[in-house]
Nanobody, 123 residues
Framework: QVQLVESGGGLVQAGGSLGLSCAAS????????MGWFRQAPGKEREFVAA????????YYADSVKGRFTISRDNAKNTVYLQMNTLKSEDTAAYYC????????????????WGQGTQVTVSS
């Protein structure tokens, strides 16, 4: 079992930056692929980014490519999402996710979810 706790959400102006963190419990974190998803009001949850257990494969949604960066620190059991040049359409609840596989592709379904952290971008 893996427990995920996100932090770092908040209110930011359009064009600004924000960094999210996700702390994971459990000794298996380093062998899991990790990802970030988001859900805006009235919309379905959507994939944002994912990376493999050692960071050698990274995927981004087209909507965030070039603006967001996913990374991980296995020594700290933490995965990060750095968000730059934020837009109003990035406003959503952001969820950290863990996969019980070392490598995943964007269509794969996560096995564990965090509770989410709200990101609001004002225009």
């Amino acid at each position: 079992q893996v427990q995920l706790v996100e932090s770092g959400g908040g209110l930011v102006q359009a064009g600004g930056s924000l960094g999210l963190s996700c702390a994971a419990s459990g000794r298996t974190f380093s062998s899991y692929a990790m990802g970030w998803f988001r859900q805006a009001p009235g919309k379905e949850r959507e994939f944002v980014a994912a990376l493999s257990w050692n960071g050698d494969r990274i995927y981004y949604a087209d909507s965030v490519k070039g603006r967001f960066t996913i990374s991980r620190d296995n020594a700290k059991n933490t995965v990060y999402l750095q968000m730059n040049t934020l837009k109003s359409e990035d406003t959503a609840a952001y969820y950290c996710a863990a996969y019980r596989f070392r490598w995943v592709v964007p269509g794969d379904r996560p096995d564990y979810w965090g509770q989410g952290t709200q990101v609001t971008v004002s225009s």
